[in-house]
């Protein structure tokens, strides 16, 4: 099944999750790395704001600019649909999501071209770019959501 742990959902074609707070989807529009995701985060006017923590990376990493675009369905009218219930860097797996990774460092999350988290309530889209620093050897890797069943929804990332 499409979502399971053996077959992982493709973000690049988009994902749909119901949960209790209502249902969402997601698509993974680009992946930039090194060079193309600095120029991307200098393009938002944001770099004065990562550029202390990517200075900070450590050698073997580099610099991952996720962009994905993001509808609340339905539901989300109490509580916003955010970027972190697309994807969380604190559960990231292999790319056969057989054991942990722990050497993602998020920088940043955004939003309209600006600094903060995706914030939209029911009936709603938006775009965000969320900036972590991963292994330079990376090459895919897999996370999960929980849907309204508590099940866990895998999705597998192609860096």
């Known amino acids: 099944k499409v979502g399971s742990r053996q077959t992982p959902a493709d973000p690049t074609k988009g994902v749909t999750i119901t949960t209790y707070s209502g249902k969402y989807w997601f698509k993974l529009n680009e992946v930039l790395r090194h060079e193309d995701a600095i120029n991307k985060i200098k393009e938002l006017g944001a770099w004065e704001d990562i550029s202390y923590s990517y200075g900070e990376k450590e050698v073997g990493t580099d610099l991952l600019v996720m962009e994905f675009h993001a509808k609340a369905l339905s539901g989300f009218d109490e509580y916003a649909l955010n970027d972190t219930d697309i994807i969380r860097f604190s559960q990231v797996y292999d790319s056969k999501a057989t054991s942990q990774l722990d050497d993602f ?54 860096i």
């Open 105 to 158: 460092n998020t920088v940043y999350s955004y939003s309209n071209k600006t600094i903060n988290n995706l914030s939209i309530f029911g009936g709603g889209e938006g775009t965000f770019y969320f900036c972590v620093i991963v292994p330079n050897d990376l090459n895919s890797f897999t996370e999960y959501q929980y849907n309204n069943k508590f099940e866990k929804v895998w999705i597998k990332y192609n």
